[in-house]
Nanobody
Framework: QVQLVESGGGLVQAGDSLRLSCAAS????????MGWFRQAPGKEREFVAV????????YYADSAKGRFTISRDNAKNTVYLQMNSLRPEDTAAYYC????????????????WGQGTQVTVSS
């Protein structure tokens, strides 16, 4: 069956960069809209970025715009989140997800999720 597996998280210092990867198995995902979300302890899962499958448009949360970039490599069935200028408030578990329908900026419109990868940014 189709699965999403995130990787690339870790412990970094403020100002550093990370690139997260989300590998899909079981089916090609080139036609799907894929998003990144994050969840910090005690907080709801929040939207970070999305790449629309039909037209390749991208949209970002205000907190991510200018620092994060979402991209995909269809040959590898992988979506990426490049994160630059990381801040302590970026600390969270990061999840990739496959969009189902409707709006892009809420978790309830996605139907398939990875297990998450932890990003911790020290000050």
């Amino acid at each position: 069956q189709v699965q999403l597996v995130e990787s690339g998280g870790g412990l970094v210092q403020a100002g550093d960069s990370l690139r997260l990867s989300c590998a899909a198995s079981g089916h090609t995902f080139s036609i799907y809209t894929m998003g990144w979300f994050r969840q910090a302890p005690g907080k709801e899962r929040e939207f970070v970025a999305v790449l629309v499958g039909s037209d390749k448009s991208t949209y970002y949360a205000d907190s991510a715009k200018g620092r994060f970039t979402i991209s995909r490599d269809n040959a590898k069935n992988t979506v990426y989140l490049q994160m630059n200028s990381l801040r302590p408030e970026d600390t969270a578990a990061y999840y990739c997800a496959r969009h189902r329908h409707g709006v892009y900026d809420t978790a309830r419109t996605y139907d398939l999720w990875g297990q998450g990868t932890q990003v911790t940014v020290s000050s």
